[in-house]
């Protein structure tokens, strides 16, 4: 098993920064996001915390949804994903909180439900997510 976690540090630069554009029909070639060597697809699992504190606004919000819905649409097909939001608590997409299975009906599904996002879970509180993802959903995934 493989985890990577990239963590970004906020600040405000000395200039405004440029637009990101997002393209929602652009996806990264398959052989950018194949399965390692000797697994297959559906033995990968994504999964996404979403900081949905107050801190976030709305124009980091908007940034933060359109760039998740590119990557859950760039997911191999077969591939489990999970969404995990947080503020001062956190929340877990699925209702049995297995994830769910890369397909087209669940990633229409979830890009529904990622429009509702905004800005409203409080304070930020990265801790219990991350023991979440790592302890409860990981390590029982196995």
Do not use: W
């Not at 915390?49 to 980091?60: A, H």
């Not at 859950?72 to 001062?88: C, D, H, K, R, Y």
């Not at 219990?128 to 390590?139: A, E, Q, S, W």
């Amino acid at each position: 098993m493989a985890c990577l976690i990239s963590l970004v540090p906020s600040f405000t630069p000395p200039n405004p920064q440029e637009e990101i554009e997002v393209v929602e029909n652009e996806k990264p070639d398959e052989l950018e996001i194949a399965p390692m060597p000797g697994h297959m697809a559906s033995d990968q699992i994504f999964i996404f915390l979403v900081d949905r504190s107050g801190s976030m606004g709305s124009q980091k919000m908007q940034m933060a949804k359109d760039a998740l819905k590119l990557f859950i649409q760039s997911l191999p097909l077969g591939a489990m994903f999970e969404v995990v939001s947080f503020g001062t608590d956190f929340s877990v997409s699925s209702k049995d909180k297995c994830g769910y299975d890369n397909n087209d009906a669940n990633v229409k599904m979830i890009k529904s439900e990622i429009d509702t996002y905004s800005s409203n879970m409080g304070g930020t509180d990265i801790y219990k997510p991350m023991n979440y993802t790592i302890h409860d959903y990981l390590i029982n995934f196995n």
